[in-house]
């Protein structure tokens, strides 16, 4: 079943895109080479918040994408991955926050200063 959404938009990143020791240093002892990728981000009137799978190297391409889902109105969600948290001070996000301080709270035997060691 498909998901119907209120926005879409592009979405740029910074991710490891490949490694190499001559690059590495002390401020990145990997080596690691940093890219920019595009991602589509959809999301909700509830606020609910997915990622499009596929990284795009290029904003067009992912531009591209991004009208589609527009024109269509909603999304596959075989093809999007649920962000965890959703948007900030959404719906979602109260809802999934009030699950997370319960379990807190249940893990924790009500003791909301307890730190895990």
Not at 25 to 39: A, R
């Given at each position: 079943?498909?998901?119907?959404?209120?926005?879409?938009?592009?979405?740029?990143?910074?991710?490891?895109?490949?490694?190499?020791?001559?690059?590495?240093?002390?401020?990145?002892?990997?080596?690691?080479?940093?890219?920019?990728?595009?991602?589509?981000?959809?999301?909700?009137?509830?606020?609910?918040?997915?990622?499009?799978?596929?990284?795009?190297?290029?904003?067009?391409?992912?531009?591209?994408?991004?009208?589609k889902i527009k024109a269509r109105g909603e999304i596959a969600p075989q093809y999007w991955n649920e962000d965890e948290h959703g948007i900030f001070a959404s719906q979602v996000w109260q809802q999934r926050d009030a699950q997370r301080k319960q379990e807190h709270f249940l893990k924790t035997g009500g003791n909301v200063c307890q730190r895990e060691l």
């Open positions: 079943m498909n998901i119907k959404i209120d926005h879409v938009t592009t979405f740029e990143d910074e991710v490891i895109v490949a490694q190499s020791w001559e690059f590495a240093d002390m401020s990145n002892p990997q080596g690691h080479i940093l890219g920019k990728v595009y991602m589509a981000c959809a999301t909700t009137k509830e606020g609910r918040r997915f990622f499009h799978r596929h990284h795009f190297d290029e904003p067009d391409q992912c531009d591209a994408l991004v009208e």
